[in-house]
């Protein structure tokens, strides 16, 4: 049986919104089902800002549908505007859009969805710094966006030295650079520890970051099912990741610049993700849309009937797991 995804990857209107719709879908199921089980919405992530003030399980599910789109829309600008993927696909809001459906527990959080939307803002502005050692603006801009996100979930700071990272990727690298990126991060935190002393004198500063770490990540805590459906995600990663890097030698030096950042912020979300497991919730989104983008690339540019087929498992895999992973 040949198997083509062409209509899919440049769909018609139709077919896009067919589409959505067929996600939500799933996005609805898991809202009953989370009823059904009694699951209430609660807060996860250590925040000073505690966005998840919303008891109510509907509320709080449409919020986060809300901050999806709205995130699925910078990530189309994010693509066009610095030609991740050399041409125009509706792959990765596809997938980034079916991640989210599928995992549920971001649906309770809204500190990663506002997160995951700062972090694509800053995403722009680290992207324009592309063999620009003076962009003293851009750095600047990049962690102060940064540093507010950390305001609400403090392990966002550690994403500010991947960026001096991707600097040196970017050849942008500078003590300009670096000395901007570094008071852009800590611009929010001057802001608000004077606005803390004044409000409160006695605070104890000693309080103000909670990274709590655990390095003994128990794998027996994760059910059958779930260890089972992250294997088959990152079977499809792996491969999708091997193929783009063999399709990246015909992309532009400064698309694989982005493409390696890219890579190297998604395993580096994985490692914070084990390694401060109270605060999974919050990376998880941000996991989703990086996730989204690499395989994406496979997806679209490599025309053969091996991902093909690969993209139609990845789907049925998500949407499998949605309907068993309640099975116990």
């Not at 500010?160 to 008071?183: A, D, E, H, K, N």
């Not at 949605?322 to 116990?328: A, E, G, S, V």
């Amino acid at each position: 049986m040949n198997i083509s995804i062409k209509n899919i990857i440049t769909p018609s209107i139709p077919l896009a919104i067919s589409s959505i719709i067929l996600c939500f879908s799933l996005w609805t199921y898991c809202y009953f089902n989370d009823l059904f089980h009694g699951i209430t919405t609660q807060s996860s992530v250590h925040s000073f800002f505690k966005v998840g003030i919303f008891n109510n399980l509907l509320v709080s599910n449409l919020i986060s549908i809300a901050f999806t789109l709205s995130n699925a829309f910078l990530l189309i600008q994010l693509n066009n505007k610095f030609t991740i993927i050399r041409t125009r696909t509706f792959l990765p809001i596809l997938i980034f859009i079916l991640l989210s459906c599928t995992w549920s527990t971001t649906h309770l959080t809204d500190e990663s969805d506002i997160c995951l939307t700062l972090f694509l803002l800053s995403l722009f502005y680290i992207f324009n710094m592309y063999r620009n050692p003076t962009g003293v603006e851009q750095s600047f801009m990049g962690s102060l966006i940064i540093g507010i996100s950390s305001l609400i979930v403090n392990h966002m700071l550690f994403f500010i030295p991947i960026f001096w990272i991707g600097y040196g990727i970017f050849q942008s690298i500078s003590v300009r650079t670096f000395l901007s990126s570094v008071f852009g991060a800590i611009t929010p935190w001057i802001f608000y520890i004077s606005t803390l002393k004044i409000n409160q004198p006695d605070y104890n500063l000693n309080n103000l970051l909670v990274l709590n770490k655990n390095l003994f990540f128990d794998i027996n805590s994760i059910t059958f099912i779930n260890k089972f459906y992250i294997a088959l995600l990152a079977l499809v990663f792996i491969f999708c990741s091997l193929g783009m890097f063999v399709n990246s030698r015909a992309d532009a030096t400064h698309t694989r610049s982005k493409l390696n950042l890219l890579l190297l912020l998604f395993l580096t979300n994985c490692v914070l993700s084990l390694l401060f497991v109270n605060v999974t919730s919050a990376f998880i989104p941000i996991i989703g849309i990086l996730y989204a983008i690499i395989v994406s690339h496979s997806f679209t540019l490599i025309q053969s009937k091996f991902y093909s087929y690969l993209f139609v498992a990845f789907c049925c895999i998500n949407v499998l797991y949605i309907f068993t992973k309640n099975i116990h």
